[in-house]
């Protein structure tokens, strides 16, 4: 998987599947953006990834697929310490099923140890089965000692493809992975 740096070009796509809701039920923020609070991100975003920084305290980049040069995800990277970072990505909506969650997880994580990051983590609601199935592919376990966050959202139950819980209550968990 490729990664390539975010553009001004990007932000009104990356807008429009920020709001879907089957992408944003699964956010720790699921209300819609405006195009107001998008440039407001993006202005701290560029900030926070900009060259002129010894070490970046953030990160989101477009995962490109080498073989059909296809735009199909976007890598999160935060909270970047001299030696932590909290990593995400999404498939976009038009890619998603059909195997490229883990390879995107996996270039997230690649460029957060190519920045120092041994320890990984990241928060997910147990109940967003494809993402959690990634995460333990990519050896990531579920900390037992973080607080269980309990979200309701009934109004955005029924973009929970995969919810395992039927009256819209869901669990944000934290994972972690530590290398050597
Ligand atoms: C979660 C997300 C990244 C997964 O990406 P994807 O490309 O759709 O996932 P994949 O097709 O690679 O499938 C990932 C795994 O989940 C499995 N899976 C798919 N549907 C499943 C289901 N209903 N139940 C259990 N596992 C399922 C797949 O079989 C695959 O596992 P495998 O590699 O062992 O076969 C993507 O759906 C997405 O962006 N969702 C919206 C935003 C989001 O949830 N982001 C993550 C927030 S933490």
Redesign the pocket.
Known sequence: MQLREVTDDDLEMLREHRNRP??RV??GHSSPISSDQQRAWWATARLQQSPALLRPTAMFLIARDPDTQCDVGLVRISDITFDSACV????FAE????????AVFAAACARAEQLGARHLW?K?FIE????V??YK?AHFSIDQDAPVEVYYRPTLRPAMR?ATSSDGFIHYVTMRRHSA
């Open positions: 089957d992408t699964w956010l995400g990505s999404d498939v890619h998603r099923g059909k195997g490229y969650g883990y990241l997910v967003n089965l494809p993402a199935r990634i592919k995969y």
